[in-house]
């Protein structure tokens, strides 16, 4: 029985310790059921090894049959930074690169049929400011700025046309506290 199924299979039929299993089979010198852990371990070839940080994570498993988490592993603990695909496979044309910025990056996603991230991070490559941050900094007139903390939120946000949290989120990012009503 030693040998043909795992250490764990023999020790709940026989109704002992997977330990007492193993024990017994190494001192027979009976091999493990299977492929051992050290079979199962990828191995590295130093080409595979040159390939970390220069291709991404998915191309390297795809070209070794491997999980990428083994590969995002085998990185990390050589303390070998990730190669990040930075257009998913997508070509952009000059009349879309034209467009970034000019709408929000969801808008513009929903137009090219793509994800928000896949937008926003090609705008940021290209060192293009977030519509939705332009617009809203533009409405920050003196006037308004003044009136921060003093008034209500909501009747801020209802005369700039912006949403109450957005207000919030401005006047605690600039240290702006709302004052007391008595």
């Known amino acids: 029985m030693l040998g043909t199924a795992s250490d764990v299979d023999v020790a709940k039929r ?24 050290q079979d ?6 130093k080409r595979d090894l040159a390939k970390l940080g220069k291709l991404t994570d998915l191309e390297i498993a795809s070209q070794m049959g491997i ?30 690169l034209k467009l970034l910025g000019t709408m929000p ?7 090219l049929g793509i994800h928000r991230k896949r937008v926003a991070i090609k705008r940021m490559e290209n060192g293009i400011p977030n519509f939705v941050s332009v617009q809203t900094a533009q409405c920050w007139s003196k006037e308004i700025l003044k009136r921060l903390g003093k008034e209500p939120d909501q009747v801020i946000a209802d005369e700039l046309g912006i ?20």
């Open 14 to 37: 026989l109704g002992v310790t997977k330990t007492s299993v193993f024990r017994k089979r190494k001192s027979l010198g009976v091999e493990p059921f299977g492929e051992s852990r």
């Open 105 to 111: 990056d969801t808008e513009l996603a929903a137009r």
């Open 163 to 182: 949403s109450k949290s957005t207000v919030i989120a401005f006047r605690n990012r600039n240290g702006i506290r709302l004052l007391k009503r008595k």
């Open 67 to 96: 999980d990428p988490t083994s590969v995002a592993w085998k990185r990390r603990s050589l303390g070998i930074d990730s190669k990040r695909s930075t257009n998913n496979g997508r070509h952009w044309t000059a009349k879309e």
């Open 40 to 45: 199962l371990r990828t191995r590295w070839s």
